[in-house]
């Protein structure tokens, strides 16, 4: 009985042991779930006992998803700037291999134009048809008795131009147009420069190579005429300027560069007069100088159409001789004169290829098909000017502001 009473005794208290653990454990399960519910921002933020906190919480929480955000960002904008420098790298691999692919077009395009000149210039059109021998002496007899008939004054110059031997471009210096020349009738190595078509300064350099080093006209020899020029056809012969001045009617200028004082000048004896050339407006009269003296090539209303010749006389400026030619004003740009022959040079209003195109010979040696269809190298746009030295048989271009020798290849008028 005792020990039924002992195993009664202990069964109870196992119970209540039992049932006091069981307590416990709901307790820190309690516990800890309040705990985490009190860690959970949503669940803070109902209480106001805990919204300070909260609101740490969250403000944390942002920073964090911020930096998470911004440290990807910096990553993904480096992978692109990577990418785009590579592209950039290769873009300009390109862009120099297609200037060097440029490059060697320019070259092989002037290579082909000069080829194409040459041709030009040398093989000239075959005759269709067979001509007949009478014929051809007729002709020849014709031309002999033309030759004993040329102009009493004339010298004994018998050359033409052949071919263009080369070009050198040598400066750019004022505006675009103007007119640079030397003295065409002494081995003076003294090159004059007058800049514009509106001037009355004249820029002397001691030579050329002096004009080439220099930094511009601002170095130059300065020389002031008394009167304006107008247009661009001016000369330097036998150290005297010959220069146009235009008021209300045309003059011809001479002025003596040694003392510094206008020697003579005349009225020119024509009235109505045009622009002598039609891609040229503002060149009213052009003088040139070949191995006969002073020209003048000039238009007029009456003869509106084409340009005339006239030869002149260096020392008073008289007028010797005149004569109509067969050359049109239309798309000329410039003219020049050599051994009495005037050679017109023609352009389009679109700048393109200068072109020799019609010649007009005082003698009656050259007509247009005896002459070669010349073409000028294309450069910049249109010659203002074009100044024949007979010492050095080159012409001084002024294209566009630069400053271009042309080598002529001259031979016989008349080579039969």
Same mark, same amino acid.
């Given at each position: 009985m005792r020990g039924l009473v002992v195993l009664v005794t202990l069964a109870c208290f196992a119970n209540a042991q039992h049932q006091a653990l069981i307590d416990y454990l709901e307790r820190r399960l309690l516990a800890i779930e309040v705990r985490r519910k009190q860690c959970d921002p949503l669940s803070m933020c109902r209480h106001s006992a805990t919204a300070h906190l909260c609101h740490l919480l969250l403000k944390q929480d942002r920073i964090s998803l911020w930096h998470e955000q911004t440290t990807r960002y910096a990553s993904e904008l480096r992978e692109l700037k990577q990418q785009m420098v590579s592209q950039l790298e290769n873009l300009d691999k390109e862009k120099e291999a297609l200037r060097m692919n440029l490059d060697g077009m320019g070259t092989r395009v002037d290579r082909v134009e000069r080829e194409l000149d040459y041709l030009e210039t040398q093989n000239g059109a075959q005759p269709c048809v067979d001509v007949d021998d009478k014929l051809i002496e007729q002709q020849v007899t014709l031309v002999k008795e033309k030759q004993k008939a040329k102009y009493s004054k004339l010298s004994d110059c018998s050359y033409m131009i052949s071919s263009i031997k080369a070009m050198k471009i040598l400066k750019r210096v004022g505006g675009p147009k103007g007119t640079w020349t030397k003295d065409t009738s002494r081995a003076s190595g003294k090159v004059y420069i007058f800049n514009g078509t509106d001037e009355d300064t004249i820029h002397e350099f001691a030579t050329i190579q002096d004009f080439t080093r220099s930094l511009g006209l601002s170095v130059s020899k300065k020389l002031n005429l008394p009167s304006s020029w107008a247009g661009t056809g001016h000369v330097v012969y036998n150290n005297h300027a010959y220069y146009i001045s235009q008021g209300e009617e045309i003059m011809v200028v001479k002025y003596d560069m040694r003392n510094g004082s206008v020697t003579d000048s005349a009225v020119f004896p024509v009235q109505d007069h045009v622009p002598v050339y039609g891609l040229t407006p503002e060149t009213v009269m052009d003088l040139a100088v070949d191995e006969e003296g002073l020209w003048a090539i000039y238009a007029t209303r009456q003869n509106e159409r084409h340009i005339s010749l006239a030869k002149m006389d260096a020392s008073s400026v008289d007028i010797e001789?005149?004569?109509? *030619? @067969?050359?049109?004003? $239309? @798309? %000329? $740009? %410039?003219?020049? /004169?050599?051994?009495? *022959?005037? !050679? /017109? /040079? !023609? @352009? *389009?209003k679109q700048p393109g290829r200068s072109r020799i195109q019609c010649v007009f010979d005082v003698n009656d040696m050259v007509t247009n098909e005896d002459a070669p269809l010349i073409y000028f190298p294309k450069r910049y746009g249109a010659h203002s000017s074009l100044k024949y030295n007979p010492q050095e048989q080159l012409l001084y271009a002024w294209d566009d502001g630069y400053q271009i020798l042309y080598k002529l290849i001259m031979k016989k008028k008349l080579e039969i």
């Open positions: 001789q005149m004569w109509d *030619t @067969n050359c049109p004003r $239309e @798309n %000329a $740009e %410039a003219a020049f /004169v050599i051994c009495g *022959t005037l !050679y /017109v /040079v !023609y @352009n *389009t």
